[in-house]
């Protein structure tokens, strides 16, 4: 078959599927399987084996399945991770977390990072890239995502120490005052809203998307038992839902927090917050 032919079927399999890029998308597949770009494959033959391989991934995106999960790797910053069925897929909202993040922790000095919930293991990685003086530690329960975060800890060979362990038991393993910078982009979807999630998202791991207590359960844990761990001054940067702002707002002022800096995301979104354990004197 030639491949400007089978690239014009997959968009239109694909195309059925409103949340799929149907152009960009049947590009990066036959990128994937032929190893170079449609562009320079021009009005080539490809084999039956290959084209029959394009047309069932390009079904299974027509269905909803993730076009990460397909390709097995998904871009964060500069950075290639390996991500699969088991682990949330990276997604952009979270790298406008991570710079605000990144603000706080590059003013000081061979900072102790701690990511919750970690995942694939990105915030974790982003931070050590570019605050390579963080000492970073990632925690996270799940075996299946586990199993990512220390693949993609490996072939970044970034030096990020991989915790495996229960974040709501996790802080009783910690010193007082032994933490600088606590980040988390935990579960916070509200149990209700199950059957109404996109469809690609329905295949994201559930315990790494749904949240009791109406998705805040970690964000009070969190703030009320990790406050013990941070040091004087010592900062959370969490990542939340576009419609938690306030709701989250509320659980760090209860406990003692000053928020020093609203996180909006690239949609305008409210998106995270970062919160200091003492009343915050520096600019950000």
Same mark, same amino acid.
């Given at each position: 078959m030639v491949i400007n032919t089978l690239y014009r079927q997959m968009c239109t399999i694909m195309a059925e599927n409103p949340n799929s890029d149907a152009a960009f998308e049947a590009n990066q597949l036959i990128e994937y399987v032929l190893g170079?770009?449609?562009?320079?494959?021009?009005?080539?033959?490809? @084999?039956?084996?290959?084209?029959?391989?394009?047309? *069932?991934?390009?079904?299974?995106?027509?269905?909803?399945?993730?076009?990460?999960?397909?390709?097995?790797?998904?871009?964060?910053?500069?950075?290639?991770?390996? &991500?699969?069925?088991?682990?949330?897929?990276?997604?952009?909202?979270t790298?406008?977390?991570? !710079?605000?993040?990144?603000? &706080?922790?590059?003013?000081?000095?061979?900072?102790?990072?701690?990511?919750?919930? @970690?995942?694939?293991?990105? %915030?974790?990685?982003? &931070?050590?890239?570019?605050?390579?003086?963080?000492?970073?530690?990632?925690? *996270?329960?799940?075996? !299946?995502?586990f199993g990512y975060l220390e693949k993609n800890i490996a072939c970044?060979?970034?030096?990020?120490?991989?915790?495996?362990?229960?974040?709501?038991?996790?802080?009783?393993?910690?010193?007082?005052?032994?933490?600088?910078?606590? %980040?988390?982009? /935990?579960?916070?979807?509200? /149990?209700d809203v199950?059957?109404?999630?996109?469809?690609? &998202?329905?295949? *994201?791991?559930?315990?790494?998307?749904?949240? *009791?207590?109406?998705g805040l359960a970690f964000y009070r844990y969190i703030s009320q038992n990790y406050r013990r761990v941070l040091k004087k001054g010592g900062y959370i940067v969490y990542e939340y839902g576009y419609d938690q702002q306030q709701a989250v707002r509320n659980i760090l002022t209860e406990e003692g927090y000053t928020i020093i800096k609203e996180i909006v995301d690239l949609g305008g979104n409210a998106r995270g917050a970062v919160a200091q354990k003492l009343q915050c004197t520096a600019e950000f």
């Open positions: 170079r770009k449609r562009i320079e494959l021009f009005a080539a033959d490809i @084999s039956k084996a290959d084209a029959e391989k394009l047309l *069932e991934y390009a079904k299974k995106r027509k269905e909803g399945y993730p076009l990460q999960y397909i390709l097995g790797r998904w871009q964060f910053f500069d950075m290639n991770l390996y &991500v699969g069925e088991g682990v949330l897929i990276p997604r952009q909202d790298e406008t977390v991570c !710079e605000a993040a990144f603000e &706080v922790i590059e003013k000081l000095d061979r900072p102790k990072v701690v990511d919750l919930c @970690s995942g694939s293991g990105c %915030i974790a990685l982003a &931070v050590k890239k570019f605050c390579p003086q963080a000492e970073v530690a990632a925690v *996270e329960k799940s075996d !299946e995502a970044t060979q970034l030096s990020v120490t991989a915790i495996k362990a229960d974040i709501f038991e996790y802080d009783k393993t910690l010193m007082e005052n032994s933490v600088d910078v606590i %980040i988390s982009n /935990p579960p916070y979807i509200h /149990p199950k059957k109404n999630i996109q469809k690609e &998202v329905s295949f *994201e791991p559930e315990m790494a998307l749904f949240a *009791e207590n109406e």
